[in-house]
């Protein structure tokens, strides 16, 4: 917690410091809603070595369930402000959550039915981006920026699971939480309507989270240490107010 105290302090300082310049300039506040597609199976990197050792790659060896079913609605509200007719500065906060289903691939319980759990992943990033408007503001304002993103997260696993004398089935809720850092690059496009604003934005995030070592999450072959890949790439649609 003291860790993404921190990093909110930071942000809010960047995005401070972006906006004293131009406290007087036209500001906006914009709403988005769209999708989130999280970092592809078998781009999840190596993080140990050549081995992967993100939860939901290691998973995979064991568990049945569809990755893509991660995808999932992700909303949220950002803070703009202008630095000249070409810069602006945002702050955002967004929400995604998604739980997907998985079930053992090599076991069934005593009565011949899948041994099956929840895996849940929620992200809560907050951004802080500086960008840039090739024709500036006025009139059709595409632009393209980036910044550093703290990205709140939980993740957790919820069911029945083989125990490792590959007999005994156990009931548990496993379960990591905390925050991450990482770059943000956006992209997108806006058009002014009088005081409002519709657009389109692309966003891509690069993160990754520690679970804990003691709820018994998988890893690879030699590590004591899952981690969760909490990168991927946000589709929206944008609604802003300017004041």
Request: no cysteine.
């Amino acid at each position: 917690m003291r860790r993404l105290l921190l990093s909110l302090a930071s942000v809010s300082l960047v995005t401070g410091f972006f906006a004293t310049p131009s406290a007087s300039a036209q500001q906006s506040v914009n709403f988005f809603v769209g999708g989130f597609v999280p970092t592809p199976l078998d781009a999840r990197g190596s993080f140990t070595g050549n081995r992967s050792n993100d939860v939901l790659a290691r998973d995979e060896d064991v568990f049945s369930f569809r990755f893509d079913s991660f995808k999932g609605v992700t909303f949220g509200g950002e803070y703009l402000v202008p630095l000249g007719n070409f810069f602006e500065a945002g702050a955002s906060i967004g929400y995604y959550q998604k739980t997907v289903p998985a079930v053992d691939k090599d076991f069934v319980d005593p009565q011949n039915r899948n041994i099956a759990a929840n895996f849940q992943l929620r992200i809560v990033p907050f951004n802080a981006t500086f960008r840039v408007l090739p024709l500036g503001h006025g009139g059709f304002e595409p632009y393209v920026g980036g910044g550093v993103g703290v990205f709140g997260w939980r993740y957790s696993e919820t069911g029945d699971f083989v125990a490792d004398d590959n007999v005994t089935i156990i009931h548990g809720n496993f379960v990591g939480s905390g925050s991450a850092t990482g770059p943000v690059v956006v992209g997108g496009l806006r058009v002014p309507l009088g005081s409002w604003s519709i657009g389109g934005e692309l966003k891509y995030q690069s993160a990754v989270g520690e679970l804990p070592s003691n709820q018994g999450f998988a890893t690879a072959p030699g590590s004591s240490v899952a981690k969760i890949d909490l990168g991927g790439l946000t589709y929206s649609f944008t609604f802003g107010v300017r004041f």
